[in-house]
């Protein structure tokens, strides 16, 4: 249920850089090609590792950006906020605010949150 003036991808991915670059350059390529293609984003909020890489990606070639996030994460995550930020209060209220945005879903390397958003059903 995306909004009818955008086209947002939801992206589900590590919040830390990869030791291994191809991840990284695959990210900040993910993130340029979603713009240029005149796509947005949805994702976890942030602004580090390959999240923020995607994240700053479609900002940096003018596409649009909505980070959702926890508040008890923001302490980890700091105060980076690329693009329009909504704050919420739980994971399931995060990841219903997803779905809810976006058309369509990617995943990137990442861990067992990552694991875990893949896995769930989005109608």
Do not use: W
């Amino acid at each position: 249920m995306t909004s009818e003036s955008e086209n947002l991808v939801c992206v589900f991915c590590a919040s830390s850089d990869s030791p291994n670059a191809v991840y990284n350059d695959a990210a900040d390529t993910l993130g340029r090609e979603l713009a240029q293609a005149g796509y947005g984003l949805v994702y976890g909020g942030g602004g580090h590792g390959l999240m923020g890489r995607v994240a700053r990606g479609v900002f940096d070639n003018n596409g649009s950006v909505l980070g959702i996030i926890p508040h008890s994460l923001t302490k980890f995550e700091g105060s980076i906020e690329i693009g329009r930020t909504i704050l919420v209060d739980s994971m399931h209220e995060r990841k219903q605010l997803m779905s809810q945005h976006a058309m369509a879903f990617i995943a990137l390397p990442g861990g067992f949150g990552t694991l875990e958003e893949l896995l769930e059903r989005y109608d």
